[in-house]
């Protein structure tokens, strides 16, 4: 049962700290996203890619936040510096590029608390 | 851009009843519309998911209708148990938002048992 995953799935960290998170695609999943998820935001698009090259960053703040597809099986965001206000579940989903490539599987997300 | 609506922010059921959650959408090209449970500390699962070219689907005990004159969306669960509780989130993608899902707020659902 292929599945994203997703780490760390904790970090703590203290402001000004950089960050970064790591997930892994579903092997031949050609898309991946970045979402942050909120109590008062909900789910928010970060940031996706097709092929390793960002399509979409515009849900991004970009002078803290970075994200990267460095191969196939890797993407990672960095936040640097963080804040408190980052605080939230980072989540990555991928897809398919192709037919049913809408659809969405997400990893188990990363817990990022800053203090 | 892509706008979704949802309703109910919050849902109670008592055990066996239905539940209904409808979410509206506001770019007439969206063509695809997934809807998401989300247990406690879990990930968002895909439950079921309908396309612009259909106006309803079943699996089991939830359905999706699609209504694209009215650009709303509902899901259906019928019969539902304590293991139905969750938040869900419906979402739509369009071809002229670069086929981004773009995601409502949530429902919150309890079923009492």
């Known amino acids: 049962d292929a599945r994203v995953t997703q780490t760390p799935r904790d970090k703590v960290t203290e402001m000004g700290q950089e960050v970064t998170m790591r997930c892994q695609p579903i092997?031949?999943?050609?898309?991946v996203f970045w979402y942050r998820q909120t109590m008062m935001q909900g789910l928010e698009l970060l940031a996706y890619f097709r092929n390793r090259a960002p399509l979409d960053d515009s849900g991004m703040p970009k002078d803290r936040f970075s994200a990267e597809m460095p191969d196939a099986t890797l993407a990672t965001l960095k936040i640097q510096p963080s804040e408190p206000r980052d605080s939230a579940v980072y989540f990555c989903a991928s897809g398919m590029g192709s037919g049913r490539w809408n659809e969405q599987f997400f990893g188990p997300g990363t817990r990022l608390t800053v203090l | 851009g892509e706008n979704v609506e949802q309703h109910p922010s919050t849902l109670s059921v008592q055990e066996g009843d239905s539940a209904v959650i409808k979410c509206t959408y506001s770019?007439?090209?969206?063509?695809?519309f997934p809807w998401y449970k989300q247990e406690l500390g879990k990930r968002p699962q895909l439950i079921i998911d309908?396309?612009?070219?259909?106006g309803e689907k079943k699996d089991q005990r939830i359905a999706v209708t699609l209504n694209k004159t009215a650009k709303h969306f509902s899901l259906h669960i019928t019969e539902t148990q304590p293991e139905d509780s969750a938040v869900y989130f419906c979402a739509a993608v369009g071809r002229s938002y670069g086929n981004k899902l773009v995601f409502g707020a949530g429902t919150i659902l309890r079923v009492k048992s």
């Open positions: 092997l031949g999943h050609n898309t």
């Open positions: 770019d007439s090209a969206s063509n695809y």
């Open positions: 309908i396309r612009s070219n259909v």
